[in-house]
């Protein structure tokens, strides 16, 4: 097993004992090999025979056609139906000697972790990762491996989030006293896949208030249903019905992107108060923030690397090098930043 980059060499010692090389590359390569065949790592690369996607956010989802997907079903549907394209799904997850298989990172609907083992040595790619669990019931999977390649987008020993129950009862707090008590509705700004529908569970579930959505989130939505993911009684907001629930108190969940102009167009409307918010893990200067994250902060970082005894990590996105030092630091273990 090979994880290429093109600068150096590295060794890691497996499970067994036995020193094992990998080149390496750069980050915007990611690649395994696996019993001489390449596996891309949410990346499209055009030396791949095929390429991974843990999840079906954008900047995961190959923008060009690609290899054959490995993905999980509900992913895989996701990103065909965001991209408009018809891409092939992988039919094995065996490679030679290598198996690879999903592990959950509760980190959107569908996402998962890749692991992969064989010849002695296991692997785990993360992807986006989450250390807790999410609205619909679901947690991240560890496993005990020789190579964790994590996600550290909030890396920096400075991202503490609070935890994920009490960002919750606040959301659910806030929406009754503005729909209750101000008589006024609420429009969040969150995701379009992934944060959105997590949203949407909370609010049906906690509120008692109407939920309307943006129609690219219902559409998403009505998908994850069609997967076993239960969203919640939302509606579309261009609906005949979701225009009907606009003329008493509702809550709209929206992209960001059209965070003011549905403020503004629903206050143009219903003659009453509107209020906006924010649901993301990096906050804002101009509207109330909720850091309802679906990602892992630097103490959930350093607990994932814990829980897998890995004998060396690689570090991709955000704060890849001051996480790499901390886990250096404090286990003990061989580390490498990947990209910039």
């Not at 290598?98 to 509760?106: P, W």
């Not at 569970?201 to 509120?207: D, G, M």
């Not at 960001?256 to 629903?266: G, M």
């Given at each position: 097993m090979h994880i290429y980059k093109?600068?150096?060499?590295?060794?890691?010692?497996?499970?067994?004992?036995?020193?094992?090389?990998?080149?390496?590359?750069?980050?915007?390569?990611?690649?395994?090999?696996?019993?001489?065949?390449?596996?891309?790592?949410?990346?499209?690369?055009?030396?791949?025979?095929?390429?991974?996607?843990?999840?079906?956010?954008?900047?995961?989802?190959?923008?060009?056609?690609?290899?054959?997907?490995?993905?999980?079903?509900?992913?895989?549907?996701?990103?065909?139906?965001?991209?408009?394209?018809?891409?092939?799904?992988?039919?094995?997850?065996?490679?030679?000697?290598?198996?690879?298989?999903?592990?959950?990172?509760?980190?959107?609907?569908?996402?998962?972790m890749l692991h992969v083992e064989g010849d002695g040595l296991a692997l785990t790619f993360t992807g986006d990762y989450c250390d807790q669990e999410n609205a619909f019931g679901v947690s991240p999977e560890h496993v005990a491996c020789d190579v964790l390649v994590m996600d550290s987008t909030y890396g920096d020993p400075r991202h503490r989030f609070p935890r994920r129950e009490d960002v919750r009862a606040d959301i659910v707090r806030w929406v009754k006293r503005v729909t209750r008590e101000m008589h006024g509705s609420v429009v969040f700004g969150a995701y379009t896949f992934g944060k959105a529908?997590?949203?949407?569970?909370?609010?049906?579930?906690?509120?008692?208030v109407p939920v309307l959505v943006h129609e690219d989130i219902a559409q998403l939505n009505a998908l994850c249903e069609r997967h076993g993911v239960s969203v919640g009684d939302a509606v579309s907001a261009s609906s005949p019905e979701g225009?009907?629930?606009?003329?008493?108190?509702?809550?709209?969940?929206?992209?960001?992107?059209?965070?003011?102009?549905?403020?503004?167009?629903?206050?143009?409307?219903?003659?009453?108060?509107?209020?906006?918010?924010?649901?993301?893990?990096?906050?804002?200067?101009?509207?109330?923030?909720?850091?309802?994250?679906?990602?892992?902060?630097?103490?959930?970082?350093?607990?994932?690397?814990?829980?897998?005894s890995p004998r060396h990590v690689y570090t991709v996105h955000g704060s890849n090098k001051r996480l790499a030092k901390a886990v250096a630091d404090r286990f003990g273990i061989e580390t490498t930043p990947l990209g910039r």
């Open positions: 093109n600068t150096g060499q590295s060794h890691i010692r497996d499970r067994r004992g036995v020193h094992r090389s990998m080149p390496l590359s750069s980050i915007s390569d990611l690649e395994l090999e696996l019993d001489g065949e390449v596996l891309s790592l949410d990346r499209s690369t055009p030396r791949a025979d095929v390429t991974f996607v843990s999840h079906a956010h954008m900047d995961h989802v190959p923008r060009r056609r690609s290899a054959p997907v490995l993905a999980s079903p509900l992913t895989f549907d996701v990103m065909r139906a965001r991209t408009g394209r018809d891409h092939v799904p992988a039919e094995r997850t065996r490679f030679g000697p290598y198996t690879c298989r999903f592990l959950s990172s509760s980190h959107a609907p569908g996402a998962t529908q997590e949203l949407v569970r909370i609010l049906t579930e906690e509120t008692g225009q009907e629930a606009a003329m008493d108190t509702f809550v709209l969940v929206t992209p960001p992107r059209t965070l003011d102009a549905a403020r503004a167009a629903y206050a143009r409307l219903t003659h009453r108060p509107v209020v906006t918010a924010l649901v993301t893990g990096w906050g804002s200067r101009r509207h109330r923030c909720f850091p309802l994250s679906n990602h892992a902060d630097f103490q959930g970082l350093m607990n994932l690397v814990a829980a897998t």
